[in-house]
């Protein structure tokens, strides 16, 4: 039975022990990378032969790179057994990797502790085409992009509430690192209690022959993902807004701190615009949508994007920051003002671009291929986010600034929304049907 609300969804089990799961794995992920990075650029880097300005990246680029590398296998093991026993399966792993990790603080190894990065990253490969399965299988289509949306705005707070509690806690003196292991092994016991309460699932592709071969499995996922032409599109779409959310969460401490004389605390709080943004723009997608898949918001919200984006490129383009902005004075700062407005829309926007294109995918793809096209759409989005920080590197080198990298953004993504209402049709039809609903 079909709940009147996303809201509802929270009272259920087909939701609720997910939504907990996906939180709790999310927020650990977190806690661990970021109290690592605190512990890299303080401490540990004086135990490697390599600066902190490398690890730094280094570390992002370890926990991404199992998405490429093992997200052929997710997807066949999603359908080809029980979701529900895997994601169980997935987090007792969980549970022995940060306990590795508690061993990797003791000893204060940097090399181990990338080693368990890397399994962290592992582990969330595996968890990803299993969640989203899952709400495809749990929900009727009216609770899609619901759902969907409260999965983002989870995800988003977890990310945002684990980012500033590793911080936190790897910033307690003398038991730091104590601190830190005991959190994410409680974390990982606690999402392993909600993973026990997920309702079981159908093996949808029971006769699946799994591929172990890493190079031959993931070219055969990309051609069968190809062969859903219309779906593929959207799944690159979804990867383009992850190469824009990467970008702008690169280059938005440098733009406050060298266009706006911002301090510590002040990026810390543009950051977190980002967020609340993406949280609020999560909310509002089902009742946007009328509660249906609703491909008409994507262009709009792509619009959305490309304006706020802009418009920083014009706050920032001429401004000389000649004293520094605190807390106090950001909001009584015009710039300020507009800066820290812009980022909230552009997180909105972001959550009402990407809501509807998960959910559409969801409901149109076989369900017998389902997580196999999802790991194929991990693939695309970890690929899109090292070209986001290539691209970075290389406009920054060419002499643009981080405002002119603004407008980049902008331009870009107005490119990417031209090319998308010209190769898919329905864009651009549901947008008119949503400006005009008498005429649907």
């Given amino acids: 039975m079909s709940t009147k ?28 990378r970021f109290a690592l990075v605190i512990f890299v650029t303080f401490d540990l880097a004086e135990k490697t032969s390599l600066p902190a300005s490398y690890l730094v990246p280094l570390s992002g680029v370890i926990f991404i790179a199992p998405f490429i590398l093992f997200s052929y296998l997710a997807g066949q093991l999603a359908d080809r057994y029980d979701k529900a026993a895997l994601v169980r399966v997935v987090k ?8 590795a990790a508690a061993v990797g603080l003791w000893w204060q190894n940097v090399v181990f502790l990338f080693c368990v990065l890397f399994l962290t ?41 684990g980012a500033s509690a590793g911080g936190a806690l790897a910033s307690i003196t003398a038991v730091s690192y104590w601190a830190v292991a005991t959190a994410v092994i409680a974390i990982a016991i606690a999402g392993r209690i909600s993973a026990g309460f997920i309702l079981p699932s159908l093996s949808l592709a029971p006769n699946l022959e799994v591929n172990g071969n890493v190079l031959s499995a993931t070219w055969q996922l990309v051609r069968d993902s190809w062969s859903y032409r219309e779906l593929f599109l959207l799944m690159m779409m979804i990867s383009w807004f992850w190469f824009l959310g990467a970008t702008v969460l690169s280059v938005v401490p440098s733009f406050a701190k060298e266009q706006l004389g911002a301090d510590e605390q002040v990026v810390t709080l543009l950051n977190a615009a980002l967020t609340i943004g993406i949280a609020g723009g999560a909310l509002t997608c089902e009742r946007l949508s ?7 918001l994507v262009p709009v919200a792509a619009l959305g994007i490309s304006m706020a984006a802009t418009d920083i490129y014009f706050q920032g383009s001429d401004l000389a920051a000649e004293s520094v902005l605190d807390l106090s004075a950001l909001f009584t700062n015009p710039t300020g003002i ?9 997180g909105a926007c972001g959550a009402v671009y990407i809501v509807p294109l998960y959910a559409a995918i969801q409901a149109r793809v076989e369900a017998s291929f389902r997580a196999r096209l999802i790991s194929a759409l991990n693939i695309a989005n970890a690929i899109f986010m090292v070209a986001s920080g290539v691209t970075t590197i290389a406009l920054l080198a060419a002499g643009l600034s981080v405002a002119e990298i603004f407008l980049f953004l902008g331009a870009s993504n107005a490119v990417v929304l031209a090319g998308s209402l010209y190769f898919v049709p329905e864009f651009s039809e549901r947008w008119r049907a949503l400006l005009a609903p008498d005429k649907r």
């Fill in 5 to 32: 609300n996303q809201f509802g969804l929270l009272r259920t089990r087909r939701f609720l022990p997910l939504f907990i799961t996906q939180f709790l794995g999310a927020c650990n992920d977190n806690v661990f």
């Fill in 92 to 99: 007792t792993t969980e549970i022995f990797v940060m306990a």
């Fill in 121 to 161: 990253g592992a582990q969330s490969t595996f968890f990803g085409p299993l969640k989203y399965a899952l709400l495809a299988e749990q929900l009727d289509e009216i609770e899609l992009t619901g759902g969907n949306g409260l999965i983002q705005m989870g995800t988003t707070v977890a990310i945002l509430l």
């Fill in 338 to 346: 507009r800066v820290f407005a812009a980022l909230i829309l552009i």
């Fill in 290 to 296: 009328r509660r249906k898949v609703e491909l008409g």
